[in-house]
């Protein structure tokens, strides 16, 4: 099956540093999802992006879905930015969300 | 927040109960999945349900199985429960027929196992 794999698996940052979160997977995708989890377990939908470039906010996000990788932008980070950050993708031809490992952020003030 | 929501928050349970955990899905949605999560990884799939049917399944026995009522909302059933079943269960749910597959999740069940 399709392999996802999460760089890095930890990160501190001060508050208002920036970072880059990479999601590297194996097949095509037709569905790759950013979420983040916060400490009570919710998963948080940050973006849907199976290709190109798309910005919410203090985040953005890039699919090169050619050479199966995406980048998660964070800037001026805060400390409500702390948790886990997963990615998911959907291989084509079925229908499960197969996630990383995820990267576990801490911003510390 | 999403609109999917699940019921109960948290549960404790002794190995070899059964349990049941119910999700409701978001307004408009007609899909719905179930994941695993256990502590320190990332969610994995149990099955998916679209119009009452199973139609996608994970690496996991029969024991874990799930029902799809006409209003989309679902159950997830655990038989006969391990310890190695205690984990977050999170449920999420998706439109099938727009094409874009985006998936919503609920705050998830905490399942204790003793």
């Known amino acids: 099956g399709i392999q996802v794999e999460q760089s890095p698996p930890d990160l501190i940052l001060q508050e208002g540093a920036n970072s880059t979160l990479r999601c590297n997977f194996s097949?095509?995708?037709?569905?790759l999802q950013w979420f983040h989890q916060n400490p009570w377990g919710q998963l948080i939908n940050l973006f849907y992006?199976?290709?190109g470039t798309k910005q919410n906010g203090r985040l953005s996000a890039t699919t090169v879905a050619t050479e199966r990788y995406s980048l998660l932008y964070i800037s001026s980070s805060q400390t409500t930015d702390s948790g886990v950050y997963f990615c998911?993708?959907?291989?084509?031809?079925?229908?499960?969300?197969?996630f990383g490992t995820g990267t576990r952020l801490l911003v510390s003030p | 927040e999403t609109g999917v929501t699940q019921s109960p928050t948290h549960l404790i349970k002794t190995r070899g109960q059964q349990v049941t955990l119910r999700c409701s899905s978001q307004?408009?949605?007609?899909?719905v999945s179930w994941y695993q999560q256990a502590l320190g990884q990332g969610p994995q799939f149990i099955f998916q349900?679209?119009?009452?049917?199973?139609?996608g399944r994970g690496n996991f026995p029969p024991r874990f199985s799930g029902l799809q009522f006409p209003n989309y909302s679902s159950e997830l059933n655990v038989n006969a429960l391990e310890l190695d079943d205690s984990a977050l269960y999170l449920c999420?749910?998706?439109?099938?027929?727009?094409?874009?597959?985006?998936?919503?999740f609920g705050p998830g069940t905490r399942l204790t196992v003793t």
């Open positions: 097949d095509s995708v037709n569905n």
């Open positions: 349900y679209y119009r009452e049917e199973e139609n």
């Open positions: 307004s408009g949605h007609n899909t």
């Open positions: 999420a749910s998706t439109d099938y027929g727009r094409g874009t597959y985006e998936q919503y």
């Open positions: 992006i199976p290709s």
């Open positions: 998911a993708v959907r291989a084509t031809g079925f229908q499960k969300l197969v």
